[in-house]
């Protein structure tokens, strides 16, 4: 009972406290609802006069900015004005002479500039669904890619507008700048390496692949040499084919078999059109191929690519892989293709697609007859430049136009050689059509060399020529009978 008792006195005590605390519970609230609307209504009277001190700052601030923003402007305005005059006042000075006469070299534009946008077609329809899921942007190759041919088409303008005589003179300097280049690539904290090999330098987020950039440098440096080669001294002789004897090593260095390849070949086929000794070609031929044994024989996935070649189905998983799937593109085009875009090995079934192998692409989208057509139009294109090559008298000038024929026309034909297995696998980028920005203005600027020469050896080109050395003749006799004119006046 006693137990009873005190829990009932217990609950009656609890109660109370509730009751008591919660009437100090309401009375806490009601203070501090009074408090909040007090507070409430005094920062709406103070609020305006806030915002309006904040409102001034701003907008004196606004007003110091747009002074700095239309003195920054006027200044820029002035700049861009003296930059335009002096833009104009070159292009008055430069010789333009594409024209209705310069056939070939007009034909030429065009037959590049249509390569350049077939290539373009061609890169979107590889390379977009690889883009999509590997940068969620599905024109992410296609932009980077005119970005490169941006500096492309100023660099082939450059070109196009300056004699080649202005482009020899200056040439020596780029190409020791560019050997320096292909060097700085093998230092390892300078090199930047992807897949074992080290071929690129990292300038932000782009890669500058010295090899590509000098091949337009490489043709002209050889049409120089050996356009001249039996004016030179023996002294002078060895000096620049140590040089370019050093290119190719760099370039195998990096390592890059099949660019140190390409520029033998190039060497050996300028030096047979300038007409050197059978001896020397011989010898050339005899140390590239010593060279191309040593650097396969020291490499061993060059050995292993070179077995695998002859019977891929050995290895259909590994080193057989790629060219199995380029097989498989190039039969599945049949005659007339599966249409643009509707290639089914770019689905991730084909690796590198986009670069190297992009033939298999096109051939299994355009089929047998587009593959066709555009092998007619590369040898449209050789017999376009060597016409050009035939019509100058300047042997310098021949070798550099067919050495720029040869590096785009048996690139392809390398590339294309490579993606049907008729050579070993290797790293041909087929120009216009391959994505890399390096090899794009290495391309842009040989056709624009060839398009040059097309300009100066057209009788259009002459005949200017011819009319200009009789203008200045005219000019510097009017000039000097008034000379004389004034000494008779005088005395």
């Not at 100090?24 to 009601?30: G, K, R, V």
């Not at 490489?218 to 040499?225: R, S």
């Not at 430049?385 to 067919?402: D, E, F, G, W, Y």
Request: include cysteine; hydrophobic fraction near 50%.
């Amino acid at each position: 009972m006693r137990l009873k008792e005190k829990l009932i006195s217990l609950d009656r005590r609890w109660n109370e406290f509730l009751k008591i605390w919660g009437i100090i519970a309401i009375m806490i609230a009601i203070e501090l609802h009074e408090w909040i609307v007090t507070f409430l209504n005094a920062w709406a009277l103070i609020k305006p006069l806030i915002l309006l001190f904040y409102y001034e700052i701003i907008l004196e601030y606004f007003l110091f900015f747009k002074k700095i923003i239309f003195f920054v402007f006027k200044k820029l305005q002035f700049l861009i004005l003296n930059v335009l005059n002096i833009i104009i006042k070159w292009i008055k000075k430069v010789d333009f002479n594409i024209n209705k006469r310069s056939k070939y070299a007009q034909t030429l534009t065009y037959f590049t500039g249509l390569w350049a946008l077939l290539g373009l077609m061609v890169l979107t329809s590889a390379s977009y669904y690889t883009s999509r899921k590997k940068h969620n942007i599905g024109l992410y190759y296609i932009i980077r890619q005119l970005i490169w041919g941006f500096g492309g088409i100023l660099g082939s303008f450059c070109i196009i507008t300056s004699p080649i005589e202005n482009i020899l003179k200056t040439s020596d300097i780029y190409f020791f700048i560019g050997l320096v280049l292909i060097f700085l690539t093998t230092i390892p904290k300078v090199g930047y390496s992807i897949n074992g090999a080290r071929r690129w330098i990292k300038i932000g987020k782009f890669l500058i692949q010295p090899a590509e950039l000098i091949k337009p440098l490489w043709i002209i440096q050889l049409g120089k040499i050996f356009g001249q080669w039996e004016k030179l001294s023996i002294a002078n002789r060895v000096f620049w084919l140590s040089l370019f004897l050093l290119i190719i090593l760099g370039i195998l260095l990096q390592p890059n078999l099949s660019t140190a390849t390409l520029f033998g070949m190039t060497l050996w086929f300028i030096a047979l059109v300038s007409g050197i000794d059978w001896r020397f070609l011989l010898t050339t031929v005899i140390a590239g191929g010593i060279a191309g044994i040593i650097s396969i024989s020291c490499k061993e996935y060059q050995k292993r690519r070179l077995l695998f070649f002859l019977n891929p189905w050995k290895d259909p998983k590994g080193e057989g892989y790629q060219l199995i799937q380029s097989l498989y593109a190039i039969a599945s085009g049949q005659m007339f293709g599966t249409g643009l875009g509707w290639s089914r090995q770019k689905l991730f079934y084909l690796p590198i697609h986009e670069t190297d192998f992009i033939f298999a692409i096109f051939a299994e989208e355009v089929g047998f007859i587009g593959c066709l057509f555009f092998i007619l139009f590369l040898l449209t294109y050789t017999y376009l430049a060597l016409k050009v090559a035939r019509k100058t008298n300047n042997l310098q000038k021949k070798s550099i136009a067919i050495g720029c024929m040869l590096i785009l026309v048996m690139q392809s034909l390398l590339n294309m050689g490579v993606a049907s297995g008729v050579l070993p696998t290797t790293g041909f980028p087929l120009p216009f059509f391959s994505y890399g920005g390096n090899a794009l203005i290495a391309c842009l600027i040989n056709a624009s060399i060839l398009i040059r020469i097309a300009i100066e050896e057209t009788p259009h080109a002459t005949y200017l020529k011819a009319a200009r050395r009789r203008l200045l003749k005219k000019l510097i006799h009017l000039n000097k009978s008034k000379k004389s004119k004034r000494t008779s006046y005088k005395k």
